[in-house]
């Protein structure tokens, strides 16, 4: 590995950079959808999804990649295929990619739709075929790796129920013609390839043989006597159901749960004559959805449900819940930094309130808030986050493991809000609805002002530490310089406003769906977003500036019918590279952006994580900044041989990577970091954490 970094440091070419924007990047831990396409690529050993939907009528067109560990949602070259949900995805092993075909589009007219579109780990792209399956949706996909085939069976357009099979050969669709067509109910019947028959395997929903096999020619029930119908088997009863081969050999492995009992949950094996039951050694989840054999890792994993994704390792028969253990991640409402720690903690919107710490990696529930209103309150010095009641006007303390109720009494009559820490005495601004402008030392609160008065409507507040005002966003900016109020006129329309934080160094911050506008008192600096915040029904919740990684943080209500959890974060000293998941012989470009650094040197770093961070000493008061690599050999040996250049005088400049026809470097993920150090180990530059997979 050494060796590869002491090659970059000669490769690479830095140049100037163009003139670009900042992006908002969604920090999602799984993909927010239910009824995704999914499939598993053997060439990259990624899980990969597709679609879906987040609401009875919304449909996103996101794709996603699970590498074992976390899913990663992927940056398209060249589009998307449309929405769709009810479709099916396999893995087409002539072509080495990931086919979908047909599905329902929501509210579109028509609903059904009939095309072929292929993932190759960096772009979708249609399929073209001279011939193709009618449009359907509800259809079944399989894969047979010994002949290279991805064989369709049935679904329906809403008025019919297909019997037709169809194979892809890598480039076109052929319609077969079995002597005997299946007879089983198609409503998405799991399809699976049979590695002890050496076919593949559908399982039906009803019916007198609930299973038949396809051998290349024709459709053979497997029906009769012998134990076919396992207890507690009864296909009328069938819930979802995930089919995998099983990494054995013996045959195919199906998990499920009833309609009639939703608790009940089954795990069986199919070795093409009869059914055998299956044990794990910890409970199978209740809420079973369609899933993916990782045969690199040797792992069943369920497509996430409720935020949550369930992983059975084959060699154990244990099952985990990837992040978050337990109900999933929830929408979060308030949210705030914990820099300390290096994490994120929020209150969910929704009762029952609970408090969540959100590191890079998960979500932990710290269980609920004591009392149901759940205003959150963290205070830097004493290291804690505090909640009131609303009734009884009293604080609660919350340290690791659990609450405790203080014995300091909260004034006002209504709300209290957090507004920044004040560097010259340490104490916390707080606003008080209604009641004033108070200063909290972590143990009272004092009385400082009254609050302006302004018309009934929404208002934002932060102190700005670099000119010590206090400043409330409302039709007008009031601020308060500890003598008195004055009002300005507000650098952005009250009505598109959505957000209003302070960062060190720039001043306040407006933040508007599609753009960010600098504030330092005196001039406004406007930056274009190359992705708006969402438009989310319950609207903008929290905006949270994160000194540790140097990042605004928004948590977004999403779709009230399936309320997912979003959080978006914009980084100030960014750091993008295109290709994700470059190819041998392929061209890598990395572009830095950081213009408070222009004309200083910077670092291009390389690691096998990004965790657990480095921790460096902060510029501000805050007391942690991270660099978000891990310090690894590759980083040691980044740093001391690694791609190094100088930024221009925006702050600007782009990295062109050549990478080498090296067979030894597929497979090989890396993550890189632009950064400057100063000689006090001070955080300079430290922009964020990109993934480079390098594909075969």
């Given at each position: 590995m050494i060796r590869i970094v002491a090659w970059?440091?000669?490769?690479?070419?830095?140049?100037?950079?163009?003139?670009?924007?900042?992006?908002?990047?969604?920090?999602?831990?799984?993909?927010?959808?239910?009824?995704?396409?999914?499939?598993?690529?053997?060439?990259?050993?990624?899980?990969?999804?597709?679609?879906?939907?987040?609401?009875?009528?919304?449909?996103?067109?996101?794709?996603?990649?699970?590498?074992?560990?976390?899913?990663?949602?992927?940056?398209?070259?060249?589009?998307?295929?449309?929405?769709?949900?009810?479709?099916?995805?396999?893995?087409?092993?002539?072509?080495?990619?990931?086919?979908?075909?047909?599905?329902?589009?929501?509210?579109?007219?028509?609903?059904?739709?009939?095309?072929?579109?292929?993932?190759?780990?960096?772009?979708?792209?249609?399929?073209?075929?001279?011939?193709?399956?009618?449009?359907?949706?509800?259809?079944?996909?399989?894969?047979?790796?010994?002949?290279?085939?991805?064989?369709?069976?049935?679904?329906?357009?809403?008025?019919?129920?297909?019997?037709?099979?169809?194979?892809?050969?890598?480039?076109?669709?052929?319609?077969?013609?079995?002597?005997?067509?299946?007879?089983?109910?198609?409503?998405?019947?799991?399809?699976?390839?049979?590695?002890?028959?050496?076919?593949?395997?559908?399982?039906?929903?009803?019916?007198?043989?609930?299973?038949?096999?396809?051998?290349?020619?024709?459709?053979?029930?497997?029906?009769?006597?012998?134990?076919?119908?396992?207890?507690?088997?009864?296909?009328?009863?069938?819930?979802?159901?995930?089919?995998?081969?099983?990494?054995?050999?013996?045959?195919?492995?199906?998990?499920?749960?009833?309609?009639?009992?939703?608790?009940?949950?089954?795990?069986?094996?199919?070795?093409?004559?009869?059914?055998?039951?299956?044990?794990?050694?910890?409970?199978?989840?209740?809420s079973t959805t369609t899933g993916f054999l990782d045969a690199a890792r040797n792992e069943l994993v369920m497509a996430p449900l409720g935020r949550t994704t369930w992983v059975q390792d084959l060699a154990t028969t244990a099952w985990s819940a990837n992040s978050p253990p337990g109900g999933g991640a929830p929408a979060l409402g308030r949210i705030a930094g914990l820099p300390w720690i290096d994490a994120t903690i929020g209150t969910s919107s929704s009762a029952p309130v609970e408090l969540w710490l959100r590191t890079e990696h998960a979500f932990q529930s710290l269980g609920p808030t004591p009392t149901p209103a759940g205003v959150m309150l963290v205070h830097p010095g004493t290291q804690a986050v505090y909640a009131f009641d609303v009734q009884t006007r009293r604080l609660w303390q919350y340290t690791w493991p659990g609450w405790s109720l203080t014995n300091t009494v909260v004034p006002g009559t209504g709300a209290v809000w957090l507004l920044g820490l004040d560097p010259q005495d340490h104490q916390m601004w707080c606003w008080m609805q209604p009641g004033g402008i108070y200063k909290w030392s972590g143990g009272s609160f004092s009385y400082v002002t009254n609050q302006p008065a302004w018309n009934a409507g929404l208002a934002f507040v932060a102190y700005d530490t670099d000119r010590h005002v206090l400043a409330i966003a409302t039709t007008v900016l009031w601020e308060w310089d500890g003598v008195s109020w004055t009002t300005k006129?507000?650098?952005?329309?009250?009505?598109?406003?959505?957000?209003?934080?302070?960062?060190?160094?720039?001043?306040?911050?407006?933040?508007?769906?599609?753009?960010?506008?600098?504030?330092?008192?005196?001039?406004?600096?406007?930056?274009?977003?190359?992705?708006?915040?969402?438009?989310?029904?319950?609207?903008?919740?929290?905006?949270?500036?994160?000194?540790?990684?140097?990042?605004?943080?928004?948590?977004?209500?999403?779709?009230?019918?399936?309320?997912?959890?979003?959080?978006?974060?914009?980084?100030?000293?960014?750091?993008?590279?295109?290709p994700e998941e470059p190819h041998l012989g392929n061209t890598v470009q990395f572009h830095v952006e950081s213009a408070p650094h222009a004309n200083q040197p910077w670092v291009l770093a390389f690691a096998m994580n990004t965790y657990p961070a480095i921790p460096l000493a902060g510029l501000h008061p805050e007391p942690l900044r991270v660099l978000p690599l891990s310090a690894d050999y590759l980083f040691s040996a980044s740093l001391s041989n690694g791609i190094t250049g100088f930024l221009d005088t925006q702050g600007r400049a782009q990295v062109s990577w050549p990478l080498p026809p090296l067979p030894a470097l597929v497979g090989l993920r890396l993550f890189a970091c632009a950064l400057s150090i100063t000689p006090s180990l001070t955080a300079g530059l430290v922009s964020n954490p990109v993934e480079i997979y390098i594909a075969p």
């Open positions: 970059l440091t000669f490769a690479a070419v830095v140049t100037a950079q163009q003139p670009g924007t900042w992006s908002w990047r969604r920090s999602m831990l799984s993909p927010p959808t239910y009824q995704p396409m999914l499939t598993y690529d053997p060439v990259r050993a990624r899980g990969v999804l597709f679609g879906g939907r987040q609401s009875p009528t919304a449909s996103p067109t996101e794709t996603w990649e699970w590498d074992g560990r976390d899913w990663r949602e992927l940056i398209c070259t060249g589009g998307t295929p449309p929405e769709r949900h009810w479709s099916a995805m396999a893995w087409d092993p002539s072509s080495r990619r990931c086919l979908v075909f047909g599905g329902m589009r929501g509210t579109a007219v028509p609903p059904v739709i009939g095309d072929t579109w292929l993932w190759d780990g960096a772009a979708w792209m249609p399929g073209t075929s001279t011939t193709s399956p009618a449009p359907r949706c509800r259809h079944s996909l399989g894969t047979d790796p010994v002949r290279q085939r991805v064989v369709l069976f049935g679904g329906t357009d809403g008025l019919t129920w297909f019997t037709d099979t169809w194979e892809w050969d890598g480039s076109q669709w052929m319609q077969m013609q079995p002597l005997t067509h299946s007879a089983l109910n198609t409503a998405e019947a799991p399809f699976s390839w049979n590695p002890a028959t050496q076919r593949l395997a559908l399982f039906g929903l009803t019916g007198s043989a609930p299973v038949e096999e396809w051998n290349g020619v024709d459709w053979a029930p497997r029906s009769g006597a012998g134990g076919l119908t396992p207890s507690g088997f009864n296909p009328a009863d069938l819930g979802t159901v995930c089919a995998v081969p099983d990494p054995s050999g013996a045959g195919v492995r199906l998990y499920y749960q009833d309609y009639l009992v939703p608790t009940a949950t089954h795990q069986i094996l199919w070795n093409g004559s009869q059914f055998s039951a299956l044990s794990s050694s910890t409970p199978m989840p209740t006129a507000l650098p952005v329309s009250g009505s598109s406003l959505v957000g209003m934080t302070h960062v060190p160094g720039r001043g306040l911050l407006f933040l508007e769906r599609s753009r960010v506008l600098e504030w330092d008192g005196t001039n406004v600096v406007i930056s274009n977003t190359n992705h708006p915040l969402p438009q989310a029904t319950g609207g903008l919740y929290s905006v949270s500036y994160d000194p540790a990684r140097n990042r605004l943080r928004a948590s977004a209500a999403s779709l009230a019918s399936h309320t997912f959890e979003d959080i978006w974060d914009l980084y100030f000293d960014e750091l993008t590279v295109t």
